[in-house]
């Protein structure tokens, strides 16, 4: 099974920041890369596929990058919206496993 | 509108069974991917299992042998049955569409307990 490791586990931050979470999967998965927010109580929510391309809807703030081994999720100015848990996620293979999660709080 | 929606969730006893369903409005669940993904409460996500649109079949090795995936083409319904459920099947369970999971139901909870 692919190993997914995100960096950090949480991180504070202000409204303005810019913003930068990790993931590391334990062998090369391409650009089988996927990134979730998740709110409390809620579904999580599809920003960016395929390690680099923006979901319809999603504002530009967000953006993706990597291949391989190596993948980087970035807000560029963070909106008090964005306070949340983020994951990523590999489809390269079954299983296709999730990161545990970066929650980003307020500082 | 594209939607999908859960049922099924309960309390049930450890050794019981469960069949999750998750209607679909506005695609065809035949042709997708469509996938199962948990939460247990105050965790992260953990991929369940997943039916390709040829049918074939896959399940995290938490559940094989105990889970089984399903879709009724006619019903445009996704199904998980839950068999010889135990404490840590405790969850939030979510069907989600397609590889890249872009359209996720509210989720219904599932609650393995005596």
């Known amino acids: 099974d692919i190993q997914m490791t995100q960096s950090p586990s949480s991180l504070s931050a202000s409204v303005g920041d810019r913003v930068t979470i990790t993931c590391r999967p334990s062998?090369?998965?391409?650009?089988?890369l996927n990134w979730y927010q998740q709110k409390p109580g809620k579904a999580p929510k599809l920003l960016i596929y395929?390690?680099?391309s923006l979901q319809s809807g999603v504002p530009s703030r967000f953006s993706g990058s990597g291949s391989g081994t190596d993948f980087t999720l970035t807000i560029s100015s963070l909106q008090p919206e964005d306070f949340a848990t983020y994951y990523c996620?590999?489809?390269?293979?079954?299983?296709?496993?999730f990161g545990q999660g970066t929650k980003l709080e307020i500082k | 509108e594209v939607q999908l929606v859960e049922s099924g969730g309960g309390l049930i006893q450890p050794g019981g069974s469960l069949r999750l369903s998750c209607a679909a409005s506005?695609?065809?669940?035949?042709?997708?991917?469509m996938n199962w993904v948990r939460q247990a409460p105050g965790k992260g996500l953990e991929w369940v299992s997943v039916?390709?649109?040829?049918?074939?079949?896959y399940y995290a090795d938490s559940v094989k042998g105990r889970f089984t995936i399903s879709r009724d083409n006619s019903k445009n319904t996704l199904y998980l049955q839950m068999n010889s459920l135990r404490a840590e099947d405790t969850a939030v369970y979510y069907c989600?569409?397609?590889?890249?999971?872009?359209?996720w139901g509210h989720g219904t909870t599932v609650t393995v307990s005596s």
């Open positions: 989600a569409r397609d590889i890249r999971m872009d359209v």
């Open positions: 506005g695609f065809t669940v035949r042709t997708n991917y």
């Open positions: 039916i390709y649109s040829g049918g074939s079949t």
């Open positions: 062998q090369s998965i391409n650009s089988y």
């Open positions: 395929a390690a680099s």
């Open positions: 996620q590999q489809s390269y293979s079954t299983p296709y496993t």
